[in-house]
């Protein structure tokens, strides 16, 4: 006997798609994890398994562009619930803020010894597409923009305000302590231009990238 073209044929579903008004009956077949083909009135024998979607709406997987995984919990640990969540949510993809410091890898550091162990623990434990957004907190992070660039891929960065102020650690005084950065570093608005600065300086660098690379700000003070 022939061995099934598909793993799984998803029947009868209502497909919708975007920019698109009509949302047909379709079919969608699904081979190694991946869906192959999108199309009306598939034979169910060309897949091992076949399920009835009852109408249910198919849409395309949906981006997630701000989520936080190993904040309350080890990262290993933490990817796995939060990615799972997130799949029965209908994301697909995920955007992670991760930062050096307390509540996340517990740990400062310079991203170049810090980023392979986010990527060490992500390995295997996202049940959906995932990338990192990074917060560059001291002078050194700032530096290794291009780094994060040019080796890692990442191209997202975040400025969290509140973290200068009172924010997570409950105290203004507790700042260094907190973000494990030098006594000489200073979390203010100063700091913010230079994460500005540094980020301009990449896409000037990088012109093939200008509409990838980018800072976000959580702007609480």
Do not use: W
């Amino acid at each position: 006997m022939a061995k099934p073209k598909y793993d799984l044929l998803i029947k009868n579903v209502t497909l919708v798609r975007p920019k698109k008004n009509a949302t047909p009956k379709s079919d969608i077949a699904i081979k190694d994890g991946k869906i192959v083909k999108v199309a009306a009135e598939m034979k169910a024998e060309t897949a091992a398994k076949v399920v009835d979607g009852k109408l249910k709406l198919a849409f395309p997987g949906l981006v997630d562009p701000h989520m936080h995984c190993g904040i309350y919990a080890p990262l290993a640990e933490d990817a796995v619930t939060e990615s799972k969540a997130a799949a029965q949510g209908g994301v697909t993809s995920s955007l992670n803020y991760m930062r050096t410091g307390g509540y996340y890898m517990q740990r400062g550091g310079p991203y170049a010894e810090v980023f392979p162990e986010v990527l060490k623990q992500s390995a295997g434990n996202f049940y959906v597409d995932y990338a990192y957004h990074l917060a560059p907190l001291d002078r050194k992070h700032i530096s290794e923009i291009d780094m994060l660039i040019e080796k890692f891929g990442v191209t997202s960065f975040k400025i969290f305000m509140f973290y200068g102020g009172y924010g997570l650690h409950g105290a203004a005084g507790k700042q260094h302590e907190f973000l494990m950065v030098g006594e000489d570093e200073k979390y203010d608005i100063a700091h913010f231009e230079f994460v500005m600065r540094g980020v301009e300086r990449a896409i000037q660098k990088h012109p093939h990238l200008k509409d990838s690379i980018s800072l976000s700000l959580h702007c609480e003070l």
